[in-house]
């Protein structure tokens, strides 16, 4: 009986030996093929992407934000006062621009921006500007006031952002 067990180990291992290395094979040729597959994907990705790079147009980087402030709050009364209540809008800001230029164009007309927001700020109705919604209009009339008046002034680009850092109403 023991030859028996030692002759059946034996086919056993013979007829295993084949199946493992035909397992191993199929292995290395599907990591072949794999290497293969990601090489010429890698190495032709990177010539599409010079090419790509050479004839399509390259988002230009922004620029760091450069601040100016108006150093003087303004301070107006409504014209439109509310309920026969007379009352005052306080407000001070900032501007926010990517070009020197502007910044510099900004400080130059500084009184005609006062003017312009002055009158602005002065138009304002009380009961408007108690939402966020109107505070935001506001924002966003301030802004585009401002670009105006530089754009009247011959100046290149425009600011991007004002923020109000005070606003006091009462």
Known sequence: MAEKIDDIDLSEEGGGGKSKKMIIIIAVVVLALAGA???FFLAGGDEETTEGDTTEDVAPVKQT???ATVDKAFVVNFADQSHGEVRYLQIKLKVMARDQA?????TLNTPAIQHELLMLFFDQKYDDLITAEGKSALKEQSLSTINKVL???QTEGELEAVYFTSLIMQ
């Open 65 to 67: 934000p450069i601040y």
């Open 151 to 153: 754009k009247a002034e």
């Open 37 to 39: 597959g990601g090489w």
């Open 102 to 106: 502007v910044i510099d164009a900004f």
